[in-house]
């Protein structure tokens, strides 16, 4: 069984994906393995996609490219919202190990240990719609700013736009449970955090809580000195 041990990431889109880019990769290395550059010689790369712009597959596709020049027998992961679109389509991109789906990307260390892993066109993406778990998660280290994902999700189906059907139906933790995520982020140096989501007026739905809650709690913590708030409906 091939033995990786250097991960790098890749992520296209917007701030939520930043924050789940690097809340997998804190997962890998608190797995054993070693964040690095991607011009670093990694043994797996992981892709992290966005479905808003009209050329994804262009982008995917010159991404695992660049990867594969980087180091041809790497392992290539993709994830993101359209990896759960057209999972089959991207698996048939040359290069790439593995594509997963909106609640499979946060798993990536227990693919990584399974003995297939190191073959090609291989898909784990189940159904939207089954999709229910909210994985909270913040940025670090990637950008000046902190991403603090506090939902995820939108259920207003508009007909120009594809998020529900590659993040699924709106959903969010409770206060309770966000709190201890933005501490760590505090003491992780975080001074300006950036609230995201796909549209975090919606927070607090499934809890019957709401937004306006959850900042009131988030002011508490001390050493953030800032919150900016992104993606919000004017509803």
């Known amino acids: 069984m091939q033995q990786f041990k250097k991960v790098a990431f890749y992520t296209l889109g917007c701030k939520l994906n930043f924050s789940e880019t690097s809340t997998i990769a804190r997962q890998l290395v608190e797995a054993g393995y070693a964040r690095v550059s991607f011009e670093d010689d990694p043994d797996v790369f992981v892709i992290n996609t966005c479905s808003v712009t009209d050329n994804a597959d262009k982008k995917c596709r010159g991404v695992v490219r660049k990867a594969l020049r980087v180091n041809p027998n790497a392992a290539v992961i993709v994830i993101g ?7 089959d389509e991207i698996a048939q991109i040359p290069g790439v190990n593995l594509v997963l789906g909106a609640e499979e990307k946060f798993n990536v260390a227990s693919y990584l240990e399974k003995e297939n892993i190191a073959l090609k066109n291989q898909t784990a993406a189940r159904e939207i719609k089954h999709t229910r778990e909210f994985i909270p ?20 189906f508009c007909a120009f736009c594809t998020i529900p059907l590659a993040r699924g139906r709106s959903r969010s ?15 992780a140096g975080a001074k300006e955090v950036v609230l995201t989501g ?10 019957d809580e709401n ?24 509803n």
């Open 137 to 156: 998660g913040f940025s670090s280290g990637d950008r000046t700013r902190t991403f603090l994902k506090v939902q995820d999700g939108c259920n207003y």
């Open 198 to 207: 796909v549209n975090i007026g919606d927070f607090g739905h499934s809890t």
């Open 211 to 234: 937004l306006l809650a959850l900042i009131r709690e988030l002011d508490k913590i001390d050493g953030i000195e800032r919150y900016r708030i992104s993606s919000i409906e004017p």
């Open 81 to 87: 919202c359209y990896a759960q679109l057209k999972p």
């Open 173 to 187: 933790a409770s206060i309770e449970k966000t709190l201890p995520i933005a501490r760590e982020a505090a003491e």
